[in-house]
């Protein structure tokens, strides 16, 4: 019997996002947690390129049916953007490029081709309607939750980073789909709708009941102890919605040692939530989880391994004879 591969996408094309040689988030990490992947798991990764030509107007009109039209054509056809100066094709192809990644995963799980696919350049969690913020200029997971749901999916968006994701709840408000946002509740982004003020600077959970958002806020001080008390909260709230497919945005920016970051999680409170998140998988979506990186500022090492080891760690405890 043959197993269901697991799908990565990476091309080339995601190394040529770029907003400066200095600049926290370098593109060499989805390169290196590839690597990673493929060396951990052989022959069962399915390495596909993120884009092709034939997919490109596709891709586009995805993007602008979850974002102004006016948004994608200032990124797009002007090549600009709050996050670099003046004109930059490069960035604006591989920004397509690393939307359509999460696109092309979609349609693997829509077709059954995977139960399990990871994209190191998806997850762009603070990207708004009309405008890019935190690094993220379209939101590739707000799209594959309403794309799911669409086709007759129960999608439920979990994010564990160390910044919320306010752009995905944000821009799911109108819908039923739950949103659970780990994060540390004292820095960016810390309005009203990420933490509760009274309970700023202490781990709590916070709920949206209209908009079902879900806030799990953590403090800097929070090592894995926290991550694991953070899961326990969100696994309750799995429990009552039982979806038949998680998307998870797998940051690694809590991972100690983070230059933007004072958390602590380390490699195995990584790995303990990743089981967690397998388990719920086969309990309730028949081992369906999409993975997107999310943040990561160690990229030669703790951010890619930390990727690497929630993607495999899930890949391995979802798997199903065909």
Known sequence: MKQLPLQTTFGQIYLDWSLGETHPMQPIRAKLATEFIVNELGDAVEVIEPITEELKPLVRSAIES?????HVARVLDEFRDGHWDGENPGNAAALLAM?????????SLKEGKIRVGFNPQGAKHHALKGESSGFCVFNDFAWAARELESLGFRPLYIDWDIHAGDGVQEMLADTDIPTISIHNGTIFPTGSDTRDHEKYGQRHFWHNPSKH?????????????????????????????QPDIILLAAGADGHVGSPLAENTFTQAGFRSAAERIAELA?????????????GGYQPYKETPETWATV???????????E
């Open 66 to 70: 979850v974002h102004d039209k006016r």
């Open 282 to 294: 086969n309990k309730y979506a028949n081992g369906r989880v999409l993975i997107g990186g999310a």
């Open 213 to 241: 958002w879900y806030n799990i806020n953590l403090t800097s001080t929070d090592g894995d102890d926290g991550l694991a008390w953070a899961m326990d909260q969100a696994t309750e709230i799995i429990d009552e919605y």
């Open 311 to 321: 993607v495999s760690t899930i890949y391995r405890n979802t798997l199903v004879q």
């Open 99 to 107: 939307f359509s990644g999460t696109y092309r995963l979609v349609q």
